[in-house]
């Protein structure tokens, strides 16, 4: 009975380990460099097509990266919206998800969101539109699973 509770503990680990290694280390992205390269190419590309840009919000770590802008919801239009989905899709991107408030969109397990929603900023006392690109484990699954 002594040696029971040591190896119930041995076994959960063995178990939370196995698990670690088969759903979260290999999708760990090794590439986020190059893809937050073509991440900012394709925001840029994309929000050519008009707005007014309140907020950047850049992050390039070593398994992440996102890129984000926030814009001003006097630019937004529902045809403005069309003008961006239009320029992703000419890129490559392939749409996965219209529910809701978000727009999604897949490339190369990268993911765009675009808000459809208007939320608050309050530091500005604006609101905005928001537009995220995301790169990390969670979105290469995500993308994965869409495809």
């Keep these: ?3 029971l509770k040591p190896l ?3 076994v959960v ?3 939370f ?5 088969r759903n979260v280390f290999p999708n760990i992205p090794t590439d986020v460099s190059s893809k937050f390269a073509f991440m900012e190419a394709d925001m840029s590309y994309m929000l050519s097509n008009g707005a007014n840009f309140v907020l950047r919000n850049d992050l390039n770590r070593s398994s ?5 802008r926030d814009i001003s919801a006097d630019s937004w239009s529902d045809d403005l ?3 961006y989905r239009s320029a992703l899709y000419e890129r490559g991107w392939s749409q996965v998800n219209a ?13 765009a969101t675009i808000s459809t929603k208007k939320g608050g900023f ?3 006392g604006i609101f905005t539109y928001s537009m995220r690109f995301e790169y990390n484990a969670g979105t290469v699954r995500q993308c994965r699973q869409s495809n």
């Design 1 to 3: 009975m002594s040696r």
């Design 8 to 10: 119930i503990g041995v």
């Design 13 to 15: 680990i063995a178990i």
């Design 17 to 21: 380990v196995c698990l670690l290694f």
């Design 64 to 68: 992440a990266a996102f890129v984000m």
């Design 81 to 83: 919206f069309k003008k």
């Design 99 to 111: 529910a809701g408030d978000v727009w999604q969109a897949c490339r190369l397990g990268v993911l």
């Design 122 to 124: 309050p530091a500005r």
